[in-house]
């Protein structure tokens, strides 16, 4: 057995795991902008190239898998994937990173949705052509997220100061949090903080506020919890496959009230589908995929990988 690279690509870290002859041989986190500047895809792709060999002592991958935040697409996977292929002759595939959890859990076909930093669900169409719904960034949507969680949690504050209503629990902590003089002016606090990633990190403060008594927080939580079912129903309705939906990412898999609500919205939307959350890191799932190709097995829906630099066609693989 070569050496199988997988590499999970998240909004806010990087998580990269090697595994040679059924022994890890590495298995690091980096924060993603360390290397990816998402200015220049050929530097990046450069650079995701140059850790993955500097982790692995300089040893070239037999299979390398990645799941990208940002590929949200057939088109931007098959770029990135091709971008790659140029740089190292390993077996290659790149897809969404919310497509790693299936794999992860066991699953060949269903919905991956991930609620992390930002929120996004994924499948295939019986075509085998990607399917996304979300994923619009904190400030049009990605419900369900820290950062869209925070961004909802501001909004319901500033209704409850509209209503006349004294500053609860919730704002009190993100008026502090955020650090500005007095809550007219979180929006523009919010604005300051600049990425996703730092507004994001105030959510843990809005399911505190929760377990501390706050309706309005509590609140904010039904509503996007609702509202990242709605996000994974439209795909049930545009003809994915299977009958079950992995849920992972970091706030997800860490805020139980949030799995509550999303699983209990979802089994009422669309009760032939099974809901499960993910315990084991997204990454297994690149791993679990990068063996499957060095096998030569069909990977069912999921798109061709390139080899030595090729694109292979399903046959062409199987002579491999």
């Not at 770029?79 to 497509?99: G, W, Y």
């Not at 992390?116 to 400030?139: C, E, K, L, P, Y």
């Not at 003089?181 to 523009?188: R, S, T």
């Not at 809005?206 to 927080?217: E, K, L, R």
């Amino acid at each position: 057995m070569g050496l199988h690279v997988g590499v999970d690509v998240g909004g806010t870290k990087t998580h990269i795991v090697a595994v040679a002859d059924g022994t890890v041989r590495f298995d690091v986190t980096l924060p993603t902008a360390a290397w990816r500047s998402r200015t220049n895809a050929d530097a990046d792709a450069a650079a995701l190239v140059l850790e993955v060999v500097r982790q692995a002592a300089g040893d070239t991958p037999e299979v390398l898998v990645v799941g990208s935040h940002g590929c949200d697409s057939d088109a931007e996977c098959t770029a990135l994937q091709q971008r790659l292929a140029a740089l190292l002759p390993s077996m290659i595939l790149v897809l969404n990173d919310s497509e790693l959890l299936l794999p992860a859990a066991g699953k060949q076909d269903g919905i991956s949705v991930i609620a992390g930093t930002g929120s996004i669900a994924v499948s295939r169409d019986g075509n085998g052509a990607i399917m996304a719904s979300g994923g619009w960034g904190w400030f049009l949507g990605d419900e369900g997220s820290a950062s869209g969680i925070v961004r909802d949690a501001a909004r319901a504050m500033r209704a409850s100061l509209d209503r006349g209503e004294a500053l609860d629990a919730l704002g009190q902590s993100l008026v502090a949090a955020i650090g500005v003089g007095n809550p007219a002016e979180i929006g523009h606090g919010l604005v300051k903080a600049g990425s996703a990633a730092r507004i994001g990190s105030f959510c843990p403060l809005v399911f505190a506020a929760a377990d501390a008594g706050s309706v309005i927080a509590q609140a904010v939580i039904d509503e996007s919890g609702r509202a990242l079912a709605e996000t994974v129903l439209r795909l049930i309705e545009r003809g994915a496959r299977g009958n079950t939906v992995i849920a992972g990412g970091g706030v997800i898999t860490r805020q139980p009230r949030l799995m509550r609500v999303f699983s209990t919205a979802l089994l009422a939307m669309a009760p032939d589908w099974d809901v499960a959350v993910l315990r084991e890191p997204p990454v297994t799932g690149a791993i679990v995929l990068a063996a499957k190709l060095a096998r030569g097995e069909a990977m069912g829906r999921l798109p061709q990988p390139h080899a030595a630099g090729k694109p292979q066609q399903e046959r062409e693989r199987r002579a491999i």
